[in-house]
């Protein structure tokens, strides 16, 4: 049991902060090693999530509710074949919401300073 300790590093070991906070609000102490991004495989589920939630963030770039509709449902898709619970959950709250989050770029497009 020893010999498989002795060769083990953890990965995610103080990362718990690059995973958690949105990239642009980092601080450069916080930042992930340059060595880290290698250790975090795509197929570790901590990735997986902080990927997704990350994917998210690029909702609020969308100015057109079609398009902001295609994307909310090609995220939901992965979410929902995630294994972890909580992920599930967001997706089906998105799901459920998807009608007044679509009329935020709805209203947007109407009365925007723009026109």
């Not at 057109?64 to 997706?91: H, Q, V």
Request: glycine letters at 2%; proline letters at 8%; hydrophobic letters at 35%.
């Amino acid at each position: 049991m020893d010999e498989l300790k002795a060769g083990f590093e953890p990965v995610l070991k103080s990362a718990r902060c690059c995973l958690l906070k949105r990239k642009e609000n980092l601080t450069r102490q916080a930042e992930v090693p340059p060595a880290r991004p290698a250790a975090l495989q795509p197929q570790n589920r901590p990735c997986l999530s902080y990927r997704l939630k990350e994917d998210f963030q690029q909702l609020w770039d969308y100015d057109s509710a079609t398009w902001a509709g295609k994307f909310l449902d090609e995220w939901c898709r992965p979410a929902m074949r995630f294994r972890i619970e909580p992920m599930k959950k967001i997706a089906r709250t998105l799901r459920k919401h998807r009608y007044p989050i679509l009329n935020y770029f709805r209203t947007q497009e109407e009365f925007s300073s723009y026109s």
